[in-house]
Nanobody
């Protein structure tokens, strides 16, 4: 059974930072590309960035290219999202997801077939 478990969310002030983690189990981690998504209240889910099995990154949302960094540790079956300079508009539930590694379509949300339960990030102004 595949499980993705996010952690690291919380309440932070404007300009602060958080590091999200997503621990994967039940799958061959290096056979999967991983991604982070977020969904703000009343808005559609947005893909933030993706990372291939070897650590190559794709940033799918221009607004977070600078402040947000995705990375992975294949030895620990974990993917991370370092978020710096957080703003109130970054308030959302953040999800990690996995898709079979195919070398393409990293920003296509529909390709991701395993999802975590989400972790809340709230940025106060």
């Amino acid at each position: 059974q595949v499980q993705l478990v996010e952690s690291g969310g919380g309440l932070v002030q404007t300009g602060g930072a958080l590091r999200l983690s997503c621990a994967a189990s039940g799958l061959s981690f290096t056979a999967y590309a991983m991604a982070w998504f977020r969904q703000a209240p009343g808005k559609e889910r947005q893909i933030i960035s993706a990372i291939n099995w070897s650590g190559g990154t794709t940033y799918c949302a221009d607004s977070v290219k600078g402040p947000f960094t995705i990375s992975r540790d294949n030895a620990k079956n974990t993917v991370f999202l370092q978020m710096n300079n957080l703003q109130p508009e970054d308030t959302a539930v953040y999800y990690c997801a996995a898709k079979p590694e195919s070398g393409t379509n990293y920003c296509m949300g529909a390709r991701y077939n395993y999802w975590g339960q989400g972790t809340q990030v709230t940025v106060s102004s």
